[in-house]
């Protein structure tokens, strides 16, 4: 299935992508900042062993002390222990003592093309420099910071496109990326032309056109925006075409309406969870029900950090992590100070006093109902910067919403790799998958802020750090 996905990318005609790589060479910032991409540079892969850590493998099994793992090229060969795996005198031994290994992580709702700036709308007047510049530094961040698989939720086809390519092809270091391109929208009749986010579309044969044309482009999968502004005829054209072609489909459920809106038509992946209600109305909670019993499944990427939601008390205080240089990582000098001029303008709205205790009821109410929860950060977003934001919201899933971390790393590594139907290749440390692994000091189980920092990355195979 990874394989298919990466032939068809790899084969796929895009001259809008070389348009704008030739707007990008005029771009003063581009050339600035395209500067240190290439630094980060994979060790060439040799069988390799990880020997002696503790392994939780993502599936949710109990931890395996003393851990063995050969690696052949860019899959996982065996994985055991060390009275039961000796290591073969051709593979080079690395020490993961006093480690914990586990999958790479995956971040299932992200936005590469920001760069940490509070005020997304305001960014745009950078895109020339989104596919040579924002989205490869943010994708060099996320993967330094142990993310191997991301998936992108709304950003311009060209530039995404053309980064997954080079992504996929080991030119540049980045997670996995799977793209959606821009999201599909109907604009108000009012709106000024938008932002490159998003694709309009203007009819149901429109619609369905255009969800032609983004999966030609290479999109792994199709997101909606404004679906309350949709008739029924333009939602179903596009829900139909992405699924004929193998294609599922995520929209946002922000607003109790547009999860009946979503349920209605058979979307696989709702994003965010909104505090429109105080929970979800009973319709809604049958709906779902229904849906589990008769399926397929429903997926749901709750961005609890983002949306000032569970973090906006302390992203308001603006906290020093926003001044951590590892999170301005390939940016140019310029932009860097543009998001810090932001972050010094920022005027937060005042959270509602009643917002923790809505996400924690209708998080119960979704895992009462049997959805998959699974874990994305709205990287990107305010506050959720690239080097930090999936960390950051594990944390919030452990500590605030009283999840147990076992089961938040499997939402963060095999059930998200599910949610993308990539989980035959990847998604957990089981020979024959591809070899994503990280590794981190001390014990997740215990505190779950050790992913901040992983001591080991390896993505397919290849140790990037
Ligand atoms: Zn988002």
Redesign the pocket.
């Known amino acids: 299935m990874l394989e298919c996905v990466r032939m068809q990318v790899s084969n796929v005609n895009l001259p809008h992508a070389r348009m704008a790589f030739g707007v990008g060479l005029l771009c003063v910032l581009c050339s600035v900042g395209a500067f240190d991409q290439g630094r980060v540079k994979a060790q060439v892969a040799k069988p390799f062993a990880l020997v002696g850590g503790m392994l939780i493998d993502g599936t949710g099994a109990p931890p395996v002390r003393d851990s063995v793992i050969l690696i052949r090229g860019d899959r996982i060969e065996r994985v055991g222990t060390v009275t039961s795996l000796p290591v073969p005198s051709e593979y080079e031994p690395i020490s993961t003592e006093g480690m914990t290994v586990l999958p790479g992580l995956w971040d299932l ?3 590469l093309i920001y760069s940490g700036h509070p005020n997304p709308g305001a960014w745009f007047r950078h895109a020339a420099d989104f596919e040579r510049v924002t989205i490869p530094a943010s994708a060099r961040q996320m993967l330094m910071a142990g993310v191997t698989s991301v998936r992108d ?2 950003a311009p086809a060209d530039a995404i496109f053309a980064v997954k390519k080079r992504i996929a092809s080991g030119e540049l270091p980045g997670p996995t990326l799977y793209a959606a391109g821009p999201a599909l929208a109907k604009m108000a009749p009012d709106q000024p032309a938008p932002t490159s986010q998003f694709l309009p579309i203007l009819d149901a044969a429109d619609a369905r056109a255009k969800t032609r044309r983004l999966l030609d482009a290479g999109a792994d999968n199709i997101k909606i925006f404004f679906a309350e502004r949709m008739s029924a005829e333009e939602r179903s054209a596009i829900i139909t075409e992405a699924h004929a072609r193998g294609r599922k489909v995520a929209a946002h459920g922000q607003t109790d309406n547009e999860v009946r809106l979503g349920l209605a038509i058979g979307v696989d992946d709702f ?2 969870i909104g505090i429109d209600s105080a929970e979800y109305p009973p319709d809604i909670v049958a709906s779902l029900r229904q849906r589990v019993k008769t399926g397929p499944p429903v997926y749901w990427t709750p ?1 609890v950090g ?2 000032n939601l569970l973090n906006s008390a302390y992203t308001a205080s603006k906290p020093e992590i926003l001044d951590d240089p590892e999170a301005y990582l390939g940016l140019p000098g310029p932009l860097v100070a543009e998001v810090k001029q932001g972050w010094d303008a920022y005027q937060p709205r005042q959270p509602r006093a009643d917002t923790e205790a809505i996400v924690k009821r209708k998080i119960a109410q979704l895992q009462d109902a049997g959805v998959v929860l699974v874990f994305g950060s ?1 990287e ?2 305010a506050g959720e910067l690239a080097r930090h934001a999936t960390w950051m919201d594990a944390d919030l899933w452990v500590r605030v919403l009283g999840m147990d971390p076992m089961m938040v790393l499997r939402r963060m590594t095999l059930d998200a790799a599910r949610a993308m139907g990539a989980d035959p290749d990847s998604g957990a440390i089981v020979s024959g998958k591809y070899a994503d692994i990280i590794a981190v000091g001390g014990d997740p189980l215990r505190h779950i802020n050790v992913l901040r920092d992983p001591k080991l990355v390896i993505k397919h195979g290849r140790r990037y750090k």
């Open positions: 709702h992200v936005h939720l709304a994003q965010h961005t983002a949306n709205d990107g977003s």
